[in-house]
């Protein structure tokens, strides 16, 4: 019997005899199969095209298994930046690492390249320097965790610190925690000009948000990634600092504070912040209060 379609003549529709219907049914999953596999690739493709737009150096865990997202953003440390990384990856909880090199110039890009091929890294690059804040907003369209906080690539702020901050987030107590360098000792910051200056931006910026902290300068501000990722950030420099300080407050979100450890360096060992981001951070107060 040939394996043909003949019309049924009763209704005018086609009947199709078994051997024909075997032979069909082979055919198509042959072409399902070759239709999945086309796909497969295609989105291999896109991902892969995907990490290169972005500058992306290492893989990605997949999003329901990070449970908290680190942003390190960098430039110009080539001698911490690499230990700064591997401390955070020793932190006994499954995480993001996303480095933002901001248009380094010395040997920090090439240091950055060792950390390719890590599955829990991510390394982002600005082609010129564009600032902090500008390195955050990258590197927050990057986060994936449930909870996302910033990271200084100097040692300035111990990484061990960072469970510590988040517990209120994980414990559902808060939205929003800040790591304050004074809450328990101000003295380890052992510059009366930086204290002085910290007091008098923290005290201003509370008078006009309403909020009680003792550290608004701080790096270590950690939030619920869904909540940050509805915050538009404009400041490309320091003046993240007040400003997401202020849009909180406009949302009337309510900033927890926890103690934290600091070891401050001075300017010749390369702190960045100056009198200019001083200013800018009064007006960024003013601005983005109203």
Known sequence: MSNTITPRPSHGK???????????????????????????????????????????????????????????????????????????????????????????????TQALEQLSG????????????????????????????RFVIVQDADLEYNPLDILRVIAPLQAGQSDVVYGSRYLDNAKQDPSW??????????????????????????????FRRDLLQQIRIEQDRFGFEPEITAKLAQRRVTIREVGISYTCRSREEGKKIGWRDLFNAIYCIVRYRF
């Open 118 to 145: 890590l599955p829990d890294v991510v390394v982002l690059k600005h082609t010129v320097n564009r600032g902090k804040g500008a390195a955050l907003q990258t590197g927050f369209e990057y986060a994936q965790g």
């Open 14 to 108: 086609a009947s199709v005899s078994p051997p024909a219907r075997r032979a069909l049914c082979e055919h198509l999953d042959d072409v399902i199969g070759r239709m999945q596999h086309d796909l497969d690739s295609a989105a291999s493709l896109v991902a892969q095209a995907v990490g290169e737009v972005g500058g992306e150096v290492g893989g990605q865990v997949a999003v329901d298994e990070v449970e908290l997202t680190v942003v390190i953003p960098v430039y110009n440390e080539p001698v911490t930046v690499l230990e700064i990384v591997d401390r955070v990856r020793a932190l006994p909880i499954s995480k993001q690492v996303v480095v933002v090199d901001d248009g380094s110039t010395d040997g920090t």
């Open 193 to 222: 000009l930086h204290r002085l200056g910290n007091w008098g931006l923290t005290t201003f910026s509370n008078l006009l948000t309403g909020h009680r902290l003792t550290d608004m300068e701080t790096c270590y501000k950690a």
